[in-house]
């Protein structure tokens, strides 16, 4: 069933969508993609719409990400973690002027205040203005019954002001393996469920997010060869560093150069999540900065990262979750409309993504799956911290260096800074807890506790 790396390679996926590099020079794109309804150039015209092969939705190519939010704490300085409305509805009415017409939401974003907060703020607008995507995030046993997953399905149109959902997934496929999927979806009818609605237009798409264990995708595909069911979309982790070597980020994941070519050749849209790798790939090391801003100067590392998630033909949206103004204004201007990444380009990237695995950051992609923390440690924080300094130069590796005080001090500084000492690596007792919950499937115990020693050895002046 698996196709070959050469079979699957993304190089192919650019011939036949049309973009090839017009010029000699590494730095030229091509101002669209063959599939793509934008020709203007970049940042000055309409946003990027790809279409829905299934329905004929015009979907904007840059997706809104639901799974942050403004809150009122990010207003006052304080912990407050209410979602201020207000500042939701300015950031939604943005989008929608900008041309943004994909809103992707779950039950469980925001502690269980997304979906009714996006629902607020769309319900604004006309209802055939935008498209509405949600999950089913029975993740908990308790939620595994046919009617409680029922019931979050209903809650789900309440929150959201629609007797219908454009785009309904799956949530998180593939974590927990094959029993988790039998437990979830098929033992208890709710896949028959969901399949039903979609026949009486109650869901207009049907699809499923992935993570995790790649016999689940595998068998979720191979029913769709056996005429079981049709899936209309699936979601996926697509970015330059896991086009090939998600698997050596983390055993458990999988490349996405498979997974896009399964789909692809499937004829089903794909919808890209964590173009950024959580922001890793924002914040990338100095010498690939460098090298970038010598390519396309005044481009930033989330502009390569996204023209690279949205040149594949197959791709229907990118997400991006933007809960400041200047965020969403930046992502604009890059999909308004995309500059595709030519040939040259790609191989670039493909470069830097082999300089970046250099570099020793943990994989996290901070969707706080993994919190709270029973024991109090800011997990994604503690993660954060330690990518910045790994990619800013500032984690000292040898205090015979120069640089080391200022770089120790930087470490040390931020480290208390952005993370307050009671909940630091060092609280970790390693329950594990947290580890069944990480999509990446990061040991975030054993990644704490070498981040903890790490810390510790630096204020001793050890490192």
């Not at 019931?151 to 496929?173: G, P, R």
């Not at 055993?251 to 789909?263: F, K, M, P, Q, V």
């Not at 997990?379 to 120069?402: L, Q, S, T, W």
């Amino acid at each position: 069933m698996k196709e070959t790396n050469t079979d699957t390679s993304r190089r192919r996926f650019l011939r036949n969508a049309g973009i090839l590099a017009l010029g000699a020079t590494l730095g030229g794109c091509v101002a669209g993609s063959g599939n793509d309804e934008s020709s203007s150039a970049a940042g000055t015209g309409a946003m990027t719409l790809r279409t829905n092969p299934n329905t004929g939705d015009k979907v904007s190519l840059l997706g809104f990400g639901c799974m942050r939010f403004p809150t009122l704490g990010m207003a006052n300085g304080s912990d407050d973690d209410t979602l201020d409305q207000e500042a939701i509805n300015r950031l939604v009415d943005m989008a929608l002027e900008g041309g943004v017409n994909y809103f992707d939401t779950s039950p469980a974003y925001c502690k269980g205040q997304s979906e009714a907060a996006i629902g607020n703020a769309l319900a604004r607008h006309p209802r055939d203005s935008y498209f509405i995507a949600t999950k089913l995030s029975n993740f908990s046993p308790a939620q595994w019954s046919h009617e409680a997953g029922v019931e979050m399905f209903q809650n789900s149109l309440k929150n959201l002001h629609t007797d219908y959902i454009d785009y309904l997934l799956l949530h998180a496929i593939g974590m927990g393996g094959m029993d988790a999927l039998h437990g979830r979806y098929l033992d208890n009818g709710m896949l028959d469920y969901l399949v039903e609605q979609r026949k009486n237009g109650t869901i207009h798409n049907l699809g499923f997010s992935y993570h995790g264990d790649i016999e689940v995708f595998d068998y979720l595909l191979a029913m769709m060869d056996r005429g079981e069911i049709h899936w209309d979309f699936v979601q996926i982790q697509l970015n330059y560093l896991d086009w090939l070597h998600a698997k050596e980020i983390n055993e458990s994941n999988t490349d996405a150069s498979y997974l896009y070519g399964e789909l692809h050749r499937r004829g089903i849209p794909v919808v890209i999540m964590e173009p950024l790798l959580g922001g890793r790939l924002a914040s990338v090391p100095e010498p690939v900065l460098d090298k970038m801003d010598d390519l396309r100067p005044g481009d930033n590392p989330a502009r390569w990262a996204f023209r690279y998630a949205g040149t594949p033909e197959g791709v229907l949206t990118v997400l991006s979750g933007m809960a400041y103004t200047d965020h969403l204004r930046e992502n604009l201007a890059t999909f308004s409309p995309l500059q595709p990444c030519d040939e040259a380009e790609d191989a670039f990237l493909m470069r830097c993504a082999r300089e970046i695995l250099l570099n020793d950051t943990v994989p996290c992609t901070d969707c706080k799956y993994c919190m709270p923390c029973p024991y109090g440690v800011n997990i994604p924080g503690v993660f954060a911290h330690y990518n910045k300094c790994v990619n800013e130069g500032n984690a000292p590796r040898d205090n015979e260096d120069p640089r080391y005080a200022a770089e120790r001090r930087a470490f040390l500084f931020g480290y208390d800074r952005t993370v307050p000492r009671l909940r630091q690596a060092d609280r970790c007792v390693s329950c594990g807890t947290c580890v069944s919950h990480c999509p990446q499937g990061i040991n975030i115990p054993a990644q704490l506790h070498r981040i903890d020693r790490y810390a510790e050895s630096l204020r001793q002046g050890k490192v």
